[in-house]
């Protein structure tokens, strides 16, 4: 199957994950997912699992303190977890299986804007490393303490130049015409 015929069944199933209320549909779509993950699916299942906990801890735990005053329906919780786990598992194996930049192909300016957001993440994954490797020679690093004396002037830096790339792309977008303002 190609690229795009991968997004359009992803958009597919997380439109119909959205309007479905059964957790066996759920866990079903879990497995079946799972089975399409390949060779990765118990990394990818263990990211899903890491995001879906750290995102969904505070907000099951209010609704389970929630529950103390009020009368709720157990059952719907789960139902959200379910559906919030299927649906991240669903987009880290998409991500992991197709290129997207090959399944955005049939809209030039949607290709176009995945390219700039593509660079735009890569840019700022380098800018982060290295920033931090700045702090890990000077001798911070998340183990030790860094005052915000010492920090404070290289997150200044760090958003200021963040800022003027997001300006030279717009700049870019709406040179090529893709942002008509």
């Not at 997912?33 to 990818?44: C, D, P, S, Y």
């Not at 930049?101 to 890569?122: D, N, P, R, V």
């Not at 982060?128 to 303490?145: D, I």
């Amino acid at each position: 199957m190609s690229d795009r015929a991968w997004l359009f069944v992803y958009l597919t199933a997380v439109m119909i994950l959205g309007f479905v209320h059964n957790e066996w549909i759920m866990l079903f779509n879990i497995i079946i997912t799972m089975a399409l993950g390949g060779k990765a699916r118990f990394q990818i299942f263990k990211k899903a699992l890491l995001v879906i906990a750290l995102f969904n801890l505070s907000i099951s735990l209010s609704y389970i303190v929630y529950s103390f005053f009020v009368s709720v329906d157990i059952f719907a919780l789960v139902l959200i977890n379910l559906r919030a786990f299927a649906i991240t598992l669903l987009t880290f194996t998409l991500v992991r299986r197709i290129n997207l930049h090959k399944a955005l192909e049939f809209s030039k300016l949607l290709a176009i804007l995945y390219g700039f957001t593509y660079a735009q993440i890569i840019l700022l994954k380098n800018m982060l490393q290295s920033y931090y490797e700045g702090l890990k020679s000077r001798g911070a690093t998340l183990k030790m303490s860094i005052s915000k004396k010492q920090l404070q002037p290289l997150l200044t830096t760090l958003f200021g130049t963040m800022l003027h790339k997001s300006n030279e792309q717009s700049l870019g977008l709406r040179s090529r015409g893709l942002i008509d303002d």
